[in-house]
């Protein structure tokens, strides 16, 4: 492939800001309704938070960069392709408040970018520029291939590992913080560094939001190297200002709560000297240019999900207070359905509304006897099976010395973790309310069930 056009990204250029189009009026439900027709019908989707949505408009969209794409592929590369994913970097830029597009790049997901932040920590071990054991620390829930990442370029590099429990149920901020500075005190003891620290914005499960902008500051105050934050579910569900919360990396998906189809996310990586040794994990043509170009050309490919990003920014900003306001609605939906499940249960919420945006995590009845994640599992397919209702179910296993939270008759240790998008209805709760009590009601469905 030669590489005669001129590069995107330059800093130079400029850009112009996001703008919002002028309405007329906003989107009805019928419309919503036609935006998610796709949508299998008689399935309860409480699950946003897996697997993301898209609706028909940017679909729609995305087909036609593919058919451009399609048409004459030559034209595309060399005159569509770079220029289309800059704009798509652009809203990005604007919308998380970074100072510079150059700041941005567009990778496939957040597993990616785990592995483009990991793999540059992995280096510096394996160059010996850090200490064998110094340590990376992170959330003991962080996302089981973030973990695994970590085995895989880290561990094995020569670092050790250092995880913070995040208490659950939890009941504030400050329960987190202070598990949070324990974990920092321990990974700095005998002489070693914690070189990378890796926060959740968003824990997946069980999910809560972290207090992230202070869990920074507490890694700056106390010398942590750099910052990663793992913020897959933030865009579309919480605020986010990558200067405000001041970490060296930050990624989320766009495909899960800001309406991209599967699968882009961004990678905000701050300007410093470090942040030069970060490379795609895919190496190509534009290897050494800097993560932005190297992202955006990893060989052949479908690159029409990073160029619907403006698409989707059209589609939330057909809605009341853009995506803003379907952010403060999904969150009022999310805890006024859990409280509503909770209190059909006579089981409790696993954290305060506060720390829910569009996902919470809801008590099951202790009845139901989940004894094992084994058990979460079949009640999560048997639910999906039998009832259409797709949910994740978590089981927290006691810990010694930890405050337990009962229902009328035991401990509870499964919850659900709902989810609310714009397409939810009142109806998609109620079909899992149900599911669960005939569940309860009839001892032999959970003898069956968690016996086979
Ligand atoms: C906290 C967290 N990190 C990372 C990921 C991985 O996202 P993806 O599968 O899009 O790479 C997820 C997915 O749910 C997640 O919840």
Known sequence: MENEDPRN??????????KKPRLTRFITEAEIRGEFAHHLSGIARINNGSFGSCPGSVLAAQRKWQLKFLQQPDDFYFNTLRQG?????????????ADNVDEVSLVDNATTAAAIVLQQVGRSFADGKFHNNDTVLMLHCAYEAVKKSIHAYVT?????????????????????????RKGIEKGKSDGRKVRLAIIDHITSMPCVVTPVRELVKICREEGVDQIFV??????????????????????????????CPPSVAFLYCKKTSSSSDVHHPVVSHEYGNGLPIESAWIGTRDYSSQLVVSSA???????EGGICGIMKRNREKVVEMGKMLAESWGTKLGA?????????????????????????????SYLRSNHGVEVPIHYQAPRDGEAVVKDKDEFIKA????????????????????????????????EKLFTE
């Open 85 to 97: 994913i800059l704009h798509s970097r652009t809203v990005v830029k604007d919308l998380i408040n």
């Open 313 to 319: 920014l059209e589609f939330v900003n057909r809605f």
């Open 352 to 380: 305060p509304p506060e720390m829910c945006a569009s996902m919470i995590m809801v008590g099951l009845p202790s009845t139901l006897r989940v004894m094992s994640q084994d058990d979460a599992l079949r009640l999560r």
């Open 9 to 18: 990204g330059e800093s130079s250029q400029q850009h112009q800001p996001t």
């Open 156 to 180: 094995c590099a020569g670092g050790s590992v250092i995880e913070v429990q995040l208490p659950f149920p939890v009941n504030s901020d400050a329960e987190i913080i202070t598990e949070f």
């Open 230 to 259: 793992d913020a897959a579910h933030a865009m579309g569900s919480v605020k986010v200002d990558v200067k405000e919360i001041g970490a060296d990396f930050y990624v989320s998906n766009l495909h899960k709560w800001f309406f």
């Open 415 to 446: 919850y659900a973790r709902i989810s609310h998008q714009v397409y939810n209805t009142l109806d998609d709760y109620c079909k899992l309310r149900d599911a669960i009590n005939q569940i309860v009601d009839d001892p032999q469905i959970s």
